[in-house]
């Protein structure tokens, strides 16, 4: 694994990128191999750790966009779902939101940088967060109710006794810097299932989570796939079933691997 100038990870063939992505040690009371880190997969690696809502470049707009999604999704979701399930159930079905996708399986997070085949030229990334350490930074009361619950994730129920709206939420860090929640969604639909899905949570939905991370460097490892690799990636995931109709349940899943599977792959390379 080449250890570059900006402190990312280049992997250099198949294993080398599974050695560093399982790299984890057994738990040093109960001796299970279990990560505390959340994989994020991106086909390209100049991407950066932008949330949806800062994409559509107007953030001031979120209470107002929760408050519509709200009003007009009432036929479809729960009467009684706290503000913390409103916005991961929002995310999930596409509104711009400040949560930031992640997946608790590092093949999961494969699959997102290698599913593009429009971007087959281009270096992607799996940025590894790890969840333990992220936490350290967070007030007492929120790391109380982890404690609590003998968790290292929030729920969003968790997250709801702490604290049940983003404006309380943001100014929960006083005068200190932002901190992330790393928030399990409410398994609302096969797709999160299958994904393994994690959410993170910054308290300023205005800076990108790179960007907080550049002064926690002991925090996350980014891992860069050479395009060279990612034809070889794509085939042994797709054989170890970890594809579009695994991550989609359901019709257009099956479609979207079918049609990227039986691709020409002289198209996939130009």
């Known amino acids: 694994m080449e250890k570059l100038e900006d402190g990312s ?3 250099e063939n198949w294993l080398d990128l599974q050695q560093e ?3 984890f040690q057994p738990h040093e009371i109960h ?3 279990r990560s505390t880190f959340a994989y994020r997969g991106v086909d390209s690696s100049k991407f950066e750790l932008e949330t949806s809502l800062m994409r559509i470049k107007n953030t ?9 999604f709200n009003k007009y999704a009432r ?15 929002a995310q999930h079905y596409g509104l711009p939101t400040r949560l930031l996708d992640w997946s608790f399986s590092p093949y999961v997070a494969l699959h997102f940088a290698t599913s593009d085949i429009s971007r087959f030229k281009e270096d992607g990334a799996v940025w590894c967060l790890d969840i333990v350490k992220v936490h350290e930074k967070l007030p007492s009361a929120f790391k109380d109710a982890l404690e609590k619950e003998k968790s290292y994730v929030f729920t969003v129920d968790m997250l709801n006794d702490v604290t049940d709206d983003l404006n309380k939420f ?6 200190e810097d932002d901190f992330i929640i790393c928030l399990e969604p409410p398994s609302i639909d096969e797709r999160i ?9 910054m308290t300023n939905s205005n800076r990108k989570l790179n960007d907080w991370l550049v002064s926690y460097p002991e925090y996350y490892k980014k891992i860069i796939i050479p395009s060279s690799l990612k034809l070889e990636i794509r085939d042994k995931l797709d054989q170890a079933n970890i594809n579009e109709r695994m991550i989609y349940p359901g019709l257009q ?4 691997w079918l049609k990227r599977y039986c691709t020409n792959i002289e198209l996939m390379r130009s």
């Open 253 to 256: 899943g099956i479609s979207a």
């Open 75 to 89: 036929s479809t979701i729960k009467d009684n779902q706290n503000n913390w399930e409103l916005l991961a159930v």
């Open 31 to 33: 001796g299970r191999y």
């Open 170 to 175: 943001d100014s929960s860090k006083g005068d």
């Open 21 to 23: 992505l399982f790299s």
């Open 60 to 68: 001031e707009m979120e209470p107002h966009l929760l408050r519509n």
């Open 193 to 201: 299932v299958n994904q393994y899905a994690m959410f993170s949570l």
């Open 9 to 11: 990870l280049k992997a």
